[in-house]
């Protein structure tokens, strides 16, 4: 009886912490997701407002610059706080500021996407809830997964996948599992949060699954260019990002010029398709004629430019886009249905580029059903193998290394790698 008393006192103080932080943060995505679907429709409407997206880089470059420098290293910050929890903390004006740098970015037609943004405003919103409840120092890192969870989970709609991408993104090769049930009742009430408010989340059916025996070979195939492409996704953005910053040292500057270089490029090579989250483009990978075999190198290319540069959003959607176009190409080379490539694609590549690969599986059967477990491991787990120790996440350590030849630089942060 004497320890009953403690471990039901904790569960009530955790049970109130999870509704608490999933109501905070399934709200902010809801008011996210809302604003996101007006200035899409508002930009695609308007063709002349990428015309403005300079001017909306300075804006946002200028914000971050006023009022959010403590806060502009975005994810890598909460990931960086997780691993030291003696720093300073995640400012609960790490939302507002991402949310409108965000909106910004897309209303100008900036390609970017909208993980990166959930994540941060579930992480300072649940921050904030933890001072309010004056929790301990040892309890600020399950606080603070417990808002990635609900804000990842609340934005895709996928609960399970945001359970465990807060668990994994620390840390490649390692899980955190005391953190494991809180996380989950954070990230089933944000997502129920916003089912009830009716706001609707994006499907893709897959029709049919060959058997496992014919298209073995031509999984291995595509996990292998899977990996490929999100490595190449995460050197591109790191190219861009050290080049623009030697080159133009003013953020404010480089924001706009960056802008500038993006709507050139958009009006010369008519890449209207790829700004913004591209997601008809998305649904287009999944349609039996699919895309263009070079959609994927447009989006990688405007993607990279995009947040290289200092434009606000994630990286997550635009995987997905990148992901499901290559699928679609790689259907038509390898002569297999285009919704089965697209939706390993679009798992894979992001499993690649996040080192997160049993959040993505889980993502995919949320996403496309049971049906698709076998061969979503296949590809995911080459892609997550192929893609090396790069990703999108540079505060991420090494948990556990992909190669043997590079254990003895585990615990260190990406950026700090001597890579493969």
């Avoid at 939302?95 to 996407?113: E, R, Y």
């Avoid at 390692?174 to 009716?198: F, S």
């Avoid at 296949?378 to 992909?402: E, F, M, N």
């Amino acid at each position: 009886m004497a320890t009953i008393v403690p471990l039901m006192r904790q569960i009530g103080r955790w049970t109130g912490l999870a509704l608490a932080i999933g109501l905070a943060a399934g709200l902010a995505s809801a008011l996210f997701l809302v604003s996101l679907a007006w200035v899409t429709t508002l930009q695609t409407n308007n063709w002349w407002l990428l015309l403005c997206l300079p001017l909306f880089g300075g804006l946002v470059a200028w914000l971050y610059q006023r009022f959010g420098q403590s806060v502009a290293a975005g994810n890598n910050l909460i990931i960086e706080q997780l691993h030291s929890p003696d720093l300073l903390g995640v400012p609960l004006r790490m939302a507002p500021l991402v949310l409108l740098g965000t909106v910004l970015t897309h209303l100008g037609g900036g390609s970017a996407g909208r993980e990166g943004t959930a994540v941060q405003m579930g992480a300072s919103l649940a921050a904030r809830i933890g001072r309010w409840w004056r929790l301990p120092q040892a309890e600020v890192r399950l606080v603070l997964m417990m808002g990635m969870s609900a804000g990842f989970g609340s934005v895709f709609g996928t609960p399970i996948a945001g359970t465990i991408f807060a668990l994994e993104v620390l840390a490649f090769g390692v899980l955190r599992y005391e953190a494991l049930l809180p996380c989950l009742a954070a990230a089933l009430v944000g997502d129920g949060v916003v089912r009830w408010l009716n706001i609707a989340h994006s499907h893709y059916q897959v029709a049919s699954v060959p058997e496992l025996g014919s298209i073995w070979a031509w999984l291995i195939g595509a996990g292998i260019c899977f990996g490929l492409v999100s490595r190449a996704f995460v050197s591109w953005i790191e190219l861009v990002q050290s080049r623009s910053r030697r080159w133009l040292p003013n953020p404010i500057r480089r924001a706009m010029l960056g802008g500038c270089v993006i709507v050139i490029i958009s009006l010369v090579l008519n890449t209207r398709d790829y700004n913004g989250l591209s997601l008809p483009l998305l649904a287009q990978a999944f349609e039996p004629q699919g895309v263009v075999p070079w959609a994927f190198g447009f989006k990688l290319l405007l993607t990279g430019l995009t947040l290289g540069v200092g434009f606000k959003g994630g990286e997550v959607t635009p995987l997905f886009v990148i992901g499901a176009t290559l699928g679609s190409a790689l259907a038509q080379l390898f002569g297999l249905p285009s919704d089965l490539l697209a939706a390993l694609g679009l798992i894979a590549v992001f499993a690649g580029a996040a080192n997160t690969p049993i959040a993505c599986v889980l993502m995919g059967i949320e996403l496309f059903g049971s049906s698709l477990l076998v061969p979503l491991m296949i590809t995911t787990c080459i892609a997550y193998t192929v893609s090396g120790h790069r990703g999108i996440y540079a505060a991420q350590r090494v948990g556990w290394a992909k190669r043997q030849h590079l254990a003895h630089q585990t615990g260190k942060r990406l950026d700090e790698l001597e890579v493969d």
